[in-house]
């Protein structure tokens, strides 16, 4: 189904921007996880407008409410029962006639004409389903993956913006924390970069404009045999993963495109013995996959994503009995959708893992 993803770890995700709320159902997380549910709000708070100046000023609280499959247990506290763990967020900012405008318009680079092909009908306001309220319920859902993979696992996801248009930060992933990459509304760990970012953010709202960027991620301590061999391979997964995200245009995983420019001498990751008895490389090209699967090293991955489409310069477009019009966007919306997109990169990478480790419990059996 359109709406679910994951085969052992699946999330089926519901609810439009306007309508009254928006959600998930996870189901297979395992039983007796102890589960943090203020962690689980913590990630939906960096993905939540009206965080900071830099993002849409619809303010939305965004307090999840826990409905099923956690419970309080008198000894184990709270933990997942393996049962289907439902999560609802309920909208409450709407400004719905702030799209009326946009009713018999569409909106160019965004989902209102491909809607309208596919289903005939469309929720106007906010952008019903296209709009990137749906990443709520994978948020939700993803803070349940990083617990899963951090206890059973030591896995640690650290996604940061890396690029706003033109400006590059310059930071060795080895070093990013998690607290770093929190210290700026930007959420790009380097001081400078960032100061350049915010001032480009601005003055692109300032101009009814809008700009995008790339956000970087790095997964330490995934064990090696996460992946399946050809059509599910990790890499692929974790590229549909990315490109399913609202405004994302691109994927790379390890050297990606770059890698292009070497030679194999260069691109080649050599290995020497490790620590435990199996190999290690000394350079990660690879971006810790090989042949689909996960060699050990970090996952390192880096996703682009547009311009917002919802700008308030004038703009040529068609109206819906396709006469030529000029549409001047209203409402609210991000100038960059980089520094929220972050959480939403790291939700979709740890739902991919979880789903990937489970997946190789069933194998590891003899
Ligand atoms: C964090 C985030 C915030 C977004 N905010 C907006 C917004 O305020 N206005 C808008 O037009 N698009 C916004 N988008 C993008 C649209 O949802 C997206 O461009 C639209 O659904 C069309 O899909 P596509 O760009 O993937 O083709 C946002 C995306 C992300 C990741």
């Known amino acids: 189904m359109s709406s679910s993803f994951g085969h052992i770890f699946r999330v089926s995700t519901w609810g439009e921007s306007h309508g009254s709320g928006v959600g ?9 996880l102890p589960l943090d549910r203020a962690a689980v709000q913590r990630d939906l708070d960096r993905r939540r407008p009206g965080q900071s100046r830099l993002t849409t000023q619809r ?17 184990l506290g709270s933990v997942t029962t393996g049962t289907p763990i439902a999560m609802l967020v309920r909208n409450k900012d709407q400004q ?20 309208d092909a596919k289903y005939g009908v469309r929720a106007v306001a906010g952008g019903g389903r296209s709009s990137a309220r749906e990443t709520i319920g994978r948020v939700a859902a993803g803070a349940v993956a990083r617990q899963l993979l951090a206890h059973a696992l030591g ?38 970069a960032a100061a350049r970012m915010t ?4 003055q692109a709202r300032r101009d009814g404009d809008s700009l995008g960027g790339t956000v970087r991620l790095v997964a330490r301590g995934v064990p090696a045999g996460l992946g399946e061999p050809v ?33 194999g001498t260069a691109h080649n990751d050599p290995f020497e013995p490790g620590p435990e008895g199996t190999p290690v490389t000394t350079t990660n090209y690879s971006g810790g996959i090989q042949g689909g699967i996960s060699n ?7 996703v682009a994503f ?19 019009t000029t549409l001047v966007a209203r409402g609210r919306h991000d100038p960059c959708v980089l520094p929220r997109a972050v959480p939403m990169v790291e939700a979709m990478v740890c739902l991919v893992l979880a789903d990937h480790w489970l997946r190789q419990q069933a194998i590891d059996v003899l």
């Open 296 to 302: 050990g090293a970090p996952i390192e991955i880096r």
């Open 231 to 263: 059509f599910d391979k990790l890499e692929a997964d974790l590229a549909k993963a990315m490109l399913s995200l609202p405004a994302a245009k691109g994927f790379e995983s390890g050297s990606g495109f770059a890698g292009t420019r070497m030679t």
């Open 306 to 324: 547009k311009p917002t489409a919802t700008i308030s310069s004038e703009q040529n477009t068609v109206d819906l009995e396709n006469r030529a």
């Open 199 to 202: 001032a480009a953010i601005e």
């Open 96 to 115: 719905t006639g702030a799209y009326d405008h946009l009713r018999d318009v569409y909106r160019p680079s965004h989902a209102d004409w491909t809607y």
């Open 155 to 192: 896995i640690e996801v650290i996604g940061w913006v890396d690029q706003v248009h033109d400006v590059d930060a310059s930071v060795d992933g080895a070093e990013i924390t998690a607290k770093l990459v929190e210290t700026d509304p930007t959420r790009c760990p380097d001081p400078e």
């Open 59 to 75: 303010d939305e609280a965004d307090q999840v409410e826990i409905l099923s499959g956690v419970i309080d247990h008198p000894t």
């Open 24 to 32: 998930v159902v996870l189901d297979g997380c395992p039983p007796r």
